[in-house]
Each structure stands twice: as C-alpha cells, then as structure tokens.
C-alpha cells in the first residue's frame, strides 16, 4: 500500500504542472454566467484576442449586468455595422495586464485596450471599475485574471 501512495504522488507531481486554468474566453465559457458578453466578444473578433498570450484583466459583466440595456440596443450593437462600437464598448473592459484585486487601493487611473482613462478604486474593502462593482475578484486563467462586474461600463461622456 505504501508503494501505491508513493507511485501516486510521483505521478502526481508530474503532470500538476501541466495543469492550466485555461484562457480567458474558455473561463468565461466554463463559468456560464457570460453568455451575452461571450455573444458579443464573439461578435466584435475580441474573443481571439482574449484566447491570445496576455496577460489581460477582464472586467467582465454577467448576464444580468447585460439586463440593463434594451433588447434593441443589444442586438444593434450586434449588427456588422456598430462592430467599431462594440469594440469599443468592450474595449473599456479590457486591459494588457494583470491586475489583481490586491494591487489597488485608493483610486487609479489606466487605460483600457480601447485607449479610454478608466477609473478603478477600493473603497471599504469594495472594488469599482467606472460606476460597476467588483462582484467576484481574482478568476485566475492561464494568460490573465477576470473580475465580475455588475455593470456594464459605458461612456462617461
């Protein structure tokens, strides 16, 4: 029995390092809660993007954040010709490196893949991103890190 024990934690100290989390498009899909923002990702070409090297942080919003905006205005997003639209909405929720939910405090500014200052701060304890909420924090993937946010972030302006 003990040689079995022996073999078994061998063998499974081999293959652990193998093991990934898979990329960000693969979590989001594995989750199921992001169907809408995985439509839409799909739609506007970032999906590729987001299976790509990294590292990215994805401020992701749920099915329910998706909830506040009309039918009309989310299938029009959907339409070939408000593709540059769609990145650019989505482009707001993207960015070329890992952020994880320890690394902020106070209030920072950076940019988001789409070129726009995008606020993120910590305040008691919660985590915003522009007027969303941090829901879930810290989704580790293999080429990034993923938060839920319950809000889908729109232009400030």
Known sequence: MKKFHIIF???????????TFGNVIDKLNEIGKFTKLNETLMKS????NLKGEGPFTVFAPLDDAF??????TYYGLLREENKDKLVNILGRHVFPKKIPSSEVSGEIKLK????????IKKVNGIIYINEAEVVTADVETSNGIIHFINRVLQPLN
């Open 67 to 72: 909830a506040a905006i009309s039918a009309k």
């Open 112 to 119: 988001a893949i789409n070129g726009e200052e995008i606020t």
């Open 9 to 19: 934690l061998t063998l499974t100290m081999m293959f652990i390092p193998s093991i």
């Open 45 to 48: 070409g970032l999906s590729e």
